[in-house]
């Protein structure tokens, strides 16, 4: 029994904060129906994104809108704000938070008051100062960056394929993509599968006219998969003529020419950016204990350490890894970890507000799946080693079986079944990014300039 009104924050809707807000729903259920308990959702999108599927999007084998589960459909219990909380005074236990609202009337943000704080919002991308890379570097972690990238590369094959220019198209035709974690490697994998594909309907584009080429500043990648399965991987992106460069990094990528530190030059209209995340900076804009990364630091108990009333999971969060040999070390920012401390995150609150004891949170991970294109892939699981088709197929069924909702695994399922029976979708749908550009034509404006020279 909670013994008095409690508002709980939650800030962010990806998979800490969905999940969290799904299990206080289900475990509060008679609170929440007696307004005892008010759970409020800040998230910019009204969507949580299955990022595991981002890659899959790119290559069109998953429609966008079944990579994303609606949070107001799954959270219907919970106030769910579409906004972005700017800073956090967790001392008056004030959040303050731009929302759509507050954008559209060009009023300042607004503060709302918690009694308990759940801290998720993630991570973004970690870039270096490359020069050029601000100006014409594509992130790779959100929906709108996997579908704005196929759209990209499947418009830079009809540049090529119209140009007279030589120049133009074997610029067209080169995409660099730096970092070889999973993110970068499986959009490399999926992407050149695709346009590999999509050149049997170009009548002057064949797959060897494609450079397609994976920079790591390391010695290895998919360090997810182990050091056998990485090997692997890079012999079979090698054997589709991927050029993998390790212990390689970009320095340049001005004037559109990626320059890397082995000396070699790349005219290039593609650099995709996937070398690492770090936390939000959201986090620094709190009054709230922070480690020499940036990421809270928390208690095994998913508290926030040095305070009460603060939890927090996932990349933003620095939790002791219980099961390490080692002692020290923190959980891995991925989603095997995001999901399972959700669940713990959302019962030790309601622990905490029934007076009980809190869990702690251990979980040894048992391994990654990673598909390199359709029908390819590489995984170790529970020490097993997989490649090729098999590591495919169980890349596929393990991804179906987490995707979360009925729903959503319901609508996968059937978008793979259909996609065995007909062609490979090549189509680029870029002209969405800019709806108004027809009309603008003919009411007689200007059609509007892309300044990244997309198209
Ligand atoms: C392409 C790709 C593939 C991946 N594949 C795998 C995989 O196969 N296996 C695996 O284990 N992991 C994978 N990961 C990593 C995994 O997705 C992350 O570790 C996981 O999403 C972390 O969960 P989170 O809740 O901490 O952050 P997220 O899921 O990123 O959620 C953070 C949320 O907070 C919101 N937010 C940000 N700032 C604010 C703010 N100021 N106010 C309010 N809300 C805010 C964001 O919009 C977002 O909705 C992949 C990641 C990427 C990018």
Known sequence: MVKERTRILIVGGGYVGMYTALRLQRQLKPELKRGDVEITVVSPAPYMTYQPFLPEAAAGSISPRHVVVPLRRVLDQCKVVIGEAKSIDHVKRTATLTTLATEDEGAGAEQITYDELVLAPGSISRTLPVPGLADYGIGFKTLEEAIGLRNHVIEQMDIASSTRDPAIRDAALTFVFVGGGYAGVEALGELEDMARYATRYYHNVRPEDMKWILVEASGRILPEVGEEMGKYTVTELRRRNIDVRLETRLESCADRVAVLSDGARFPTRTVVWTAGVKPNPILAATDLRLNERGRLKCTAQLTVDGT???????????????????????TAPNAQHAVRQAKVLGDNIVHSLRGEPLETYGHKCVGSVASLGLHKGV?????????????????????????????RK????????????????????GSLEHPRAEFELAAGGKPPHDPKGSS
């Open 308 to 330: 009460t009333h603060a939890w927090a999971a996932g990349d933003a969060a620095a939790v002791p890894d219980v099961t390490a040999e080692e002692p020290g070390k923190d």
């Open 379 to 407: 995984a170790q699981v529970y020490g097993r080693k997989l490649k090729g088709y098999p590591a495919w197929f169980m890349h596929r069924v393990y991804h179906l079986s987490r995707v979360p909702t009925f729903n």
């Open 410 to 429: 319901a609508r996968v399922l059937a978008e793979w079944t259909l996609a065995g029976l007909f062609k490979r979708e090549i189509v680029s749908l």
